[in-house]
């Protein structure tokens, strides 16, 4: 049995080493042939440094950008080439069945997002409601992919079954005050104090304490940023307006996304999960996107967790039975 790991091994190495100096992948011979979702056809490097490379998801030596500094105020996003360049590697099986999928940013300070051209942050805002947000959770799951929500308070306490399903479905949870009030007409004390009111009731509806907000109407000031930043709350703007609050067609919509996404490179989409239109336009905007070549972006608060690479036989043959 140890002969036949040892040459599994060595047919295993001889292939990875063939396709590290050749920057080609057989994948009918390896099956499950190992990708960056971010570089595809990216070669990696020749000797004893290739497979540690493969195994860990880090392919080549090319610098990361550096992180933005911190801010006070609504993020945005920069576009990059070469952003996401460590992602982890992924099966091409699974590049195939959601190709729309893209990386995972984890974020804990108020700092602008890095993204690579074409690289896309879904973001809904005003819910929930029932039905329209509904309908936004099943195109996203149908294409694998997530979003952010900014949830109004008094929305959440209306309708917290639909706050519920959100979470269900694994999407990142954002607030945008409890009334939707437009802040900085309103006074620094009462602005805060409906901030936090809508916060709380995020939180009471989902059970998901939100690190992400909102401001409505983009509306905000250095005063309301430092509320928020003594709270650990990052602010999140937009590159993107879909301008789905006004009457429009589904494909007035996705034309208008698809034209300021290819005018800035990609970034922070905002769309609104209490519109029917938003409902209706949410799935060909998706295939859109696909047909495209976009990427999804998943956006978390807090660290990114450990990576725990599995081993090289592992990812290139699948689980070998027990007792092999």
Not at 39 to 47: D, K, L, T, V
Not at 86 to 100: F, G, N, S
Not at 164 to 173: E, G, N
Not at 281 to 290: K, M, N, Q, T
Request: charge should be negative; include cysteine; charged fraction near 20%.
């Amino acid at each position: 049995m140890n002969r036949f790991v040892t040459g599994v091994a060595g047919l295993c190495v001889l292939a990875l080493a063939s396709c590290a100096s050749t920057g080609e992948r057989d994948t009918a011979s390896l099956k499950t042939a190992l990708l960056s979702t971010d570089h595809p056809a990216i070669s990696a490097p020749e000797g004893g440094e290739a497979i540690e490379d493969i195994m860990t998801g880090s392919i080549g030596s090319e610098p990361l950008p550096a992180d933005p500094p911190e801010q006070l105020g609504s993020i945005h996003s920069r576009i990059v080439p070469g952003a996401g360049a460590a992602a982890p590697v992924v099966t091409v099986a699974d590049t195939i069945a959601k190709p729309l999928a893209g990386r995972t940013i984890y974020l804990e300070q108020t700092r602008d997002l890095v993204l690579a051209p074409k690289e896309v942050v879904l973001t809904f805002d005003d819910g929930p409601v029932p039905y329209n947000t509904r309908s936004v959770l099943d195109a996203l799951d149908a294409h694998g992919v997530k979003g952010l929500f900014f949830m109004v308070g008094e929305m959440a306490d209306w309708h917290g079954e639909a706050a519920k399903a959100v979470v269900a479905d694994d999407q990142t949870i954002g607030s945008h005050t409890y009334q939707h009030p437009h802040l900085t007409s309103i006074g620094l004390t009462g602005a805060i104090a409906d901030i936090d009111k809508g916060n709380a009731s995020v939180e009471k509806a989902t059970g998901v304490t939100p690190h992400f907000f909102r401001f409505p109407y983009l509306a905000e000031n250095e005063a309301l940023g430092r509320a928020l930043q003594s709270r650990g709350i990052i602010p999140v703007g937009i590159d993107v307006d879909s301008r789905d609050y006004q009457p429009s067609t589904t494909d007035e919509i996705v034309s208008r996304v698809m034209t300021g996404l290819e005018a800035h490179g990609g970034g922070i989409v905002l769309m609104h999960d209490l519109q029917g239109r938003t409902a209706r336009a949410i799935g060909p905007l998706l295939d859109r996107l696909e047909a495209d070549g976009y990427k999804v972006v998943t956006l978390r608060y807090g660290k990114p967790p450990e990576p725990a690479p599995e081993p090289l036989l592992v990812n290139v043959f699948g689980r070998l039975p027990k007792g092999i």
